[in-house]
DNA sequence: GCCGTTTTCGGCCCGACTGTTTTCAGTCG
């Protein structure tokens, strides 16, 4: 029997884009289109598989899921379309849905130019910019014209994906903002948008300021050495492009709204669409200018984001929790989480050495830590079969417990102690690459999955599960395998090995490598519900990677976890009893 | 198409910018 391949989540996603698209062509009304494109956003991000979810009969659970798309979605698997995206594909080109991808082309547009012009395809449309024929259609012009053909230059030279991580957005933003902080125009200076939430990625740096001297400011950002290309400056603010490519705006306003601009430009869109829908409701509008009240037409200002948010009944809420996932009830309910914080954490529990592939000493990382402040911190080198050439041998793993033993006694006390551990592989059969009478002498085993990626979920939820059920192991290292903007993770059942490490007294973790981020925001949900404990780890390959500590509390924040939730926010001798041997 | 301490219908966020226009539609964040 020929076995068809489950459709992932994200292939169910894509389709409803599209089917959304198709509608905005076909003239339906936005709320629909929304519809379409809010519930592809949702299943997305969902951390289970929605086509599991769709057989159990409980996709509608999702928020924006109801009957119709359900149905749609059962459409999907059984018969690998959708019927309504049939019909309209018949009507329309499918074609004609990436044209509607240029920036500044949407499905009106898109739309005439097939009705009017006979578009169906991009390399149509770059043929009717070339003979100067967009022109003559009402509504656009020349200038029409010339954008339209700058945006199908750009798209030969590079591919879509413009998002950068945070680990490169970041910095940049806080290098700006404390150069305009320091400039004398400058009365107050943040970073907004998703950078100051801490996301995974981020499209572009939002900077916003109030100043003395508006335009005196915005000068300074585009004469910065990092612009390498910018608009011209205005007391609104300015626009610059850095040498990496990311877009910086920096947005000026009075003091007097400076909160309502802050919240504003913090984001997300779902925030902010959800913080607005609930203002309505209450007779009042919110902007990035004030709170009006519909009723007399009375705008208040906020000068902080606190009063902007106690305007609206809500206690404040972090902006790493701003992404329309329930916050706001939270906040009118008082039950917002008091999420970790960086300073909450008690030591490092995955990190590497010259032994394997680290770049800093057994002793250099060891300091290092130390300095931190760590009370604890576990070295977990590569094991016997990494395979990069830099694995550990049984026999060098017994000396370096020795080493370790050694530095402990030179180093270590009861404020600070170094755990030998080893990073192992977790063998397709779910089985460790070292002796158990080997790992036993170890302090600190995590286990993490690095060769055979391509299983069936099935396959693959196996192996990990006996690995977490493996009575010596001690944490899950990287769960789902991801390096974002680089490749999805292999598939697996998150909830079965969640509810598996439950059972077996398994810490998960968080890796906080900037390019990890995984356990996901989603999934580390996940597994906080099924009562699992989380480590926050760097995985640090050298000393100042140790600094990715920031990152995994940025996920952790994100998925609402609080020091509660967190077994390395623990003092050694109580996280000594969370443990499981 | 979804949703409900204004439930099964009638709503569904807000403003800036752009290019094209004599007052605005489309697009975007």
């Not at 192992?424 to 993490?448: F, K, Q, T």
Request: glycine share 8%.
């Amino acid at each position: 029997m020929a076995v068809k391949k489950e459709m992932s989540n994200g292939e169910i996603a894509d389709a409803f884009t599209e089917l959304g698209t198709l509608y905005e062509l076909d003239g339906a009304i936005s709320y629909r289109v929304l519809a379409y494109r809010d519930a592809a956003k949702v299943i997305k991000q969902s951390p289970v598989s929605i086509a599991e979810l769709t057989r159990a009969g409980r996709v509608t659970e999702l928020p924006g899921i109801g009957k119709t798309i359900e149905e749609k979605i059962v459409a999907l698997m059984e018969t690998g379309s959708i019927p309504s995206a049939d019909k309209l594909k018949a009507k329309f080109p499918p074609s004609l849905v990436e044209v509607t991808l240029i920036p500044g082309l949407g499905a009106k547009t898109v739309r005439r130019l097939h009705d009017e012009l006979g578009i169906a395809t991009l390399d149509d449309l770059r043929t009717a910019v070339a003979e100067q024929r967009l022109r003559a259609l009402k509504g656009l012009g020349p200038k029409a014209e010339e954008n339209i053909a700058a945006q199908l230059e750009k798209l030969g030279d590079e591919g879509p994906s413009e998002r950068v991580l945070l680990s490169d957005a970041l910095p940049i933003a806080e290098r700006l903002a404390e150069v305009l902080r320091e400039h004398p125009a400058s009365q107050a200076v943040d970073i907004a948008g998703s950078a100051r939430r801490l996301a995974e990625t981020c499209k572009d740096i939002d900077l916003i300021a109030t100043a003395s001297d508006p335009v005196a400011l915005a000068t300074a950002l585009i004469e910065h050495p990092l612009a390498a290309a910018s608009g011209n400056p205005s007391s609104n603010g300015a626009r610059i492009t850095t040498y990496n490519g990311v877009a910086v705006d920096l947005r000026i306003v009075p003091p007097k709204e400076y909160g309502n601009l802050l919240q504003h430009f913090t984001g997300s869109a779902a925030h902010n669409v959800q913080l607005r829908e609930r203002a309505v409701k209450r007779g009042l509008s919110v902007s990035e200018h004030g709170i009006k009240n519909t009723e007399t037409g009375k705008l208040s200002r906020h000068t902080t984001e606190a009063a902007v948010y106690k305007r609206l009944g809500l206690s404040y809420i972090e902006p790493e929790l701003r992404e329309g996932r329930g916050e706001i009830r939270a906040a009118a309910d008082g039950k917002l989480p008091k999420l970790i914080e960086l300073g909450d954490i008690r030591g490092d529990l995955h990190s590497h050495t010259t032994l394997s592939d680290g770049k800093n000493t057994l002793d250099e990382m060891a300091e290092a830590a130390k300095a931190k402040g760590y009370a604890y911190f576990a070295v977990t080198d590569h094991s016997a079969t990494h395979g990069f050439g830099d694995h550990v041998t049984p026999e060098r793993l017994e000396e370096r417990i020795e080493e370790i033993a050694e530095l402990n006694a030179r180093i270590g006390s009861s404020r600070f102690r170094v755990l030998a551990g080893t990073e192992s592989n977790i063998l397709p059969d779910g089985s460790l690459d070292y002796e158990d009478s080997l790992l036993e002498r170890l302090d600190w085993v995590v286990a993490s999955v690095h060769t055979s990626f391509r299983m069936t979920k099935a396959n693959m939820t196996a192996r990990m599960v006996a690995a977490v059920e493996h009575p010596l192991v001690d944490c899950l290292g990287h769960p789902s395998g991801r390096m974002l903007l680089r490749r999805e993770g292999y598939d697996f059942d998150i909830e079965a090995v969640a509810e598996a490490a439950a059972r077996a007294g398994t810490f998960i973790e968080i890796n906080g490598n900037p390019n990890r981020r995984d356990l996901s925001e989603q999934n580390a949900r996940v597994v906080a519900d099924a009562g699992v404990k989380i480590c926050l780890n760097t995985d640090a390959h050298r000393v100042s990677t140790l600094e990715n500590m920031r990152y995994g509390i940025a996920t952790a924040r994100r998925a609402w976890l609080t020091k509660a939730d967190v077994a390395n926010a623990r003092a050694w001798a109580q996280f000594q009893k969370l443990r499981k041997r």
